[in-house]
């Protein structure tokens, strides 16, 4: 899906790591929520309150859960899930574009 309608967009960014990671909430009239958002290059750490699937739409990444010992690759196309309640790394070489859904 390459666009949304009928959604609301909320307007104020939500601004991570020192501005290297910005986003913008998108909500849908059944109550799902997700947000559109840019990497910059970084290592971050990100926990989850609710599950997420992270959509890569450019750029490539790695990533991994907290703990584990294999990092994972990830490019444009492509998407990984995340359980609630846990935290889990990115290594972003260079600018990355994605869609976050936060799963209910």
């Known amino acids: 899906m390459s666009e949304f309608s009928n959604v609301t967009v909320i307007k104020k960014a939500n601004i ?5 990671v910005a986003s913008h909430t998108v909500l849908f009239p059944d109550g799902t929520k997700k947000t559109l ?6 290592d971050y750490e990100f926990s989850t309150a609710n599950a997420e699937v992270m959509e890569i739409l450019s750029g490539t ?12 690759t990830i490019g444009a196309g492509e998407s990984f ?3 609630a309640d846990s935290v889990f790394l990115m290594k972003v070489p260079a600018v990355a574009d994605y869609c976050c859904s936060y799963i209910q």
């Open 61 to 72: 990444l790695e990533w991994q859960m907290k703990g584990e010992c294999c990092w994972k």
């Open 37 to 42: 958002g840019i990497m910059q290059a970084g």
């Open 81 to 83: 899930q995340i359980p």
């Open 16 to 20: 991570y790591f020192e501005g290297k």
